[in-house]
Structures are given as structure tokens and as C-alpha cells.
């Protein structure tokens, strides 16, 4: 079962914290982004990376127990984006891991970034209406989520 019902207040207060939380968390990492050093570009795509598996394990709790097969959904957020990160990685390097210059990790990290933000919208939109399948009169409150979930977007890119 969820912790919380997606009507109650403290699930409108998660959902309404998600995006201030991913607008600090850029705002934290913008030098680094920014600097032009492979290792500082990295280590910020990195610190974007894990907040977002933080928000995707915060969200996954409000999930019936074991819905990601498994108790443990950072483990299972971590991996995934492990996975995400070595997909991008080897589509960016057809010829092998390492041909296609320094930038190509933090690439395929801000691609990996950005599936994730995908993967926490996502979330958030289906949240509001767990339990009760779907229906035209849900509609108001996943654009809500969706409209929250963008104004962080924002600052993002």
C-alpha cells in the first residue's frame, strides 16, 4: 500500500516540493556545468543524477511495497540509471567505449539527467491518480503535476 493517498495534503507537499528542490539542486551544480573542465562537468551531471534518484525513490514509496521489484527503490534507481548512463555512452561511441573524446561521459551523464527529470515527471503525473484508474475527470490533476513538475524545468537546461 502507498504511505500517503495522493489526496492528502503531505502528497500535495512532496509533489509541490519537487520542483524548487530540482531548481536548487541546478543552482548548485551550475558552475561546475559550466566551467569547460571535463572532471567539474561530470561531477555536476553526477550531483544532478543522484538528486533525481533521490526524487525517483522518494516517489516510489508512495508505490504499493515491491512494485519496483524490490524493498530497496534507490538500489533499483541507481541501476537504472547506470543502465540509461552506458546506453547513452554507447550509442555516443559506435566505434567503442573510449573513441569518442573526453566530452562523451558528460554527455551521455546530461542525457542520463535528462531521462531521469523525464522519469520523475512521469511519476508525478500517475501519483495523483493511483488506485483509481483513469478517467476524463482525473485530467485537472496530472496537469497540475505536470505544470509543478515544468516550472523546474526551467532553470534546468
Known sequence: MPCM??????FQNLIGSLPALRRHAHQSVVAGRAS???SEMLKA?????EVLVGM????????PSEHFDTD????????LSGKYYDWHRRCLEPS????????????AAELTVNDLGKMVTEMSIAL?????GQSASDQPERE???????????CWS
Do not use: K, Q
Request: charged share 15%.
Open 72 to 79: 530497496d527503490p534507490n538500489s533499483y534507481f541507481v541501476s
Open 128 to 132: 495523483p491518480t493511483m488506485g483509481r
Open 45 to 49: 551531471e553526477y550531483a544532478l543524477m
Open 36 to 38: 569547460g573542465i571535463t
Open 5 to 10: 493517498s495522493s489526496g492528502s495534503s503531505s
Open 96 to 107: 567503442g567505449i573510449g573513441t569518442g573524446g573526453t566530452m562523451v561521459p558528460v554527455l
Open 144 to 154: 497540475n503535476s505536470r505544470m509543478l513538475w515544468e516550472r523546474g524545468r526551467e
Open 56 to 63: 525517483l525513490a522518494g516517489l516510489a514509496e508512495l508505490y
